[in-house]
């Protein structure tokens, strides 16, 4: 599919009418912004953009904006049969319920979606492009991957003409806030996580970016646009940041890195590799340098090289402006496949099994001041083959921390390795492991 310019003409005096689920901080952004930049909208767009249906849970709530112009559905799925919406916006969020049924049925009706939902792209986007195609409507998703950058759009549209073997990124603000605040601070977990609460920057309940599924999410979707494969959300190897200590912060910037958590996904020997961590990057690497709640991604093609965005991941402007994006994009007509290729010509990719990933490794154990135990360490490296390239042990009492780095080893050895260690009485805590990204 790709822009028809008679069809932009035949529409340039109609409005795109858009019906909008959701009245959270995204719906209500969108709102906010067709209103306040109606001017540049009109500027860059053939048709006029109209909020014409609304659906939320409380009707009487007061939001701070007018919505009484708008025809009021009290069930989402009553938007698609609304005679005068073109487009759903699908702002309810979930990979279940009613953001998926709502999703279907406008599809089913033939009205273009846009969505913010990685959730449901993450488990259901390979099906819904499927029949989106199909159908001959937009899914259209700029604002479910970080934000307020545009990587969806400079991904399949700007660098379609490259081979791309890797992508990686900051892609939660909120873990990136937490780790920034914990190195600035020096303060632990916990803590930070309180304030970052407090703040707004964390949900009551921080799971889903803490433990890193939504992170896992927005990779997920990254790798299909960059690798045209079907979407493997079951293949993205997960953990998150709540066994970062400042004590590894710290050693970290001792040894000449930062620990954030990435998303790193890449076509390897062994399969698609898609693993979301919390890792050691060279304080020199770009994103090292990226703080606070900005994201990063960065992508790497065989002719154009690093290319690297930086910006808010989320928030309700950022957000609100990638989804405006998409309906501008739908105003002029311009409706490109939901990934890199039509959605029944995405490839399946094997995922890298388990314990392949190559690279070096940060431990840190927290040990008995004895005799013999750093010989016994050593031991249990040399068993394995894996080769230490820094020691680092100064403290003195009857618990001490060591920290090792390895040469580039595999995650195999180094579970064997770990299991190893843990059989040293001296070792009085499970070793913590990161793994160093030098992100070639």
């Not at 049925?105 to 990685?118: L, Q």
């Not at 920034?180 to 407090?198: K, P, S």
């Not at 990063?296 to 989320?314: D, L």
């Amino acid at each position: 599919m790709a822009v028809n310019a008679r069809n932009v003409a035949r529409g340039a005096n109609r409005p795109l009418k858009i019906g909008i689920a959701g009245l959270g901080t995204v719906g209500l952004g969108v709102v906010k912004l067709l209103d306040e930049n109606a001017e540049i909208l009109r500027l860059h767009c053939p048709r006029a953009i109209e909020v014409v249906a609304v659906s939320a849970r409380d009707r009487k709530k007061d939001r701070g904006v007018d919505l009484k112009r708008f025809a009021w559905c009290d069930d989402p799925l009553s938007l698609p049969d609304h005679p005068d919406v073109d487009v759903v916006a699908e702002m309810i969020g979930g990979a279940e319920g009613p953001a998926k049924a709502l999703v279907e049925k406008a599809i089913a009706k033939g009205k273009h979606v846009v969505t913010a939902n990685k959730a449901l792209l993450a488990k259901h986007g390979t099906e819904l492009a499927i029949a989106a195609e199909k159908a001959g409507v937009a899914l259209a998703y700029e604002a479910a991957v970080a934000g307020g950058i545009p990587i969806i759009k400079a991904m399949r549209e700007g660098l379609a003409a490259n081979r791309i073997d890797q992508v990686y990124g900051i892609l939660n603000g909120t873990c990136n806030y937490i780790l920034t605040q914990m190195r600035e601070t020096g303060r632990e977990f916990a803590d930070v996580l309180a304030e970052a609460q407090q703040l707004g920057y964390a949900e009551a309940d921080p799971s889903f970016d803490v433990d890193g599924v939504d992170a896992a999410h927005k990779l997920s979707i990254l790798t299909s646009v960059a690798f045209g494969c079907q979407i493997d959300f079951a293949g993205v190897r997960i953990s998150g940041i709540r066994n970062v200590s400042a004590m590894d912060i710290a050693y970290a910037d001792e040894l000449g890195y930062r620990i954030k958590l990435l998303g790193i996904a890449r076509v390897t020997k062994h399969g698609v590799e898609q693993r979301v961590h919390a890792c050691m990057v060279p304080v020199a690497a770009v994103i090292a340098k990226v703080d606070g709640v900005f994201n990063a991604v960065v992508t790497s093609g065989n002719y154009v090289g690093q290319n690297v965005a930086i910006g808010r991941g989320a928030g309700q402007g950022p957000t609100a402006s990638a989804v405006v994006s998409d309906l501008m994009d739908i105003a002029r007509d311009r409706i490109l496949p939901a990934f890199s290729a039509p959605a029944d010509q995405l490839k399946k990719l094997p995922s890298a099994p388990p314990g392949s990933h190559a690279g070096a490794y940060y431990l840190r154990l927290m040990v008995a001041d004895r005799p013999g135990v750093i010989a016994d360490i050593a031991a249990a490296m040399r068993d394995e083959n894996v080769s230490l390239e820094a020691m680092i042990q100064r403290a003195r009492g009857d618990t001490v921390p060591v920290v090792l780095t390895t040469h580039e080893t595999t995650e195999a050895a180094i579970d064997r390795v770990v299991r190893r260690l843990g059989g040293i009485k001296s070792i009085l805590e499970p070793p913590h492991v990161l793994p160093i990204e030098l992100l070639s």
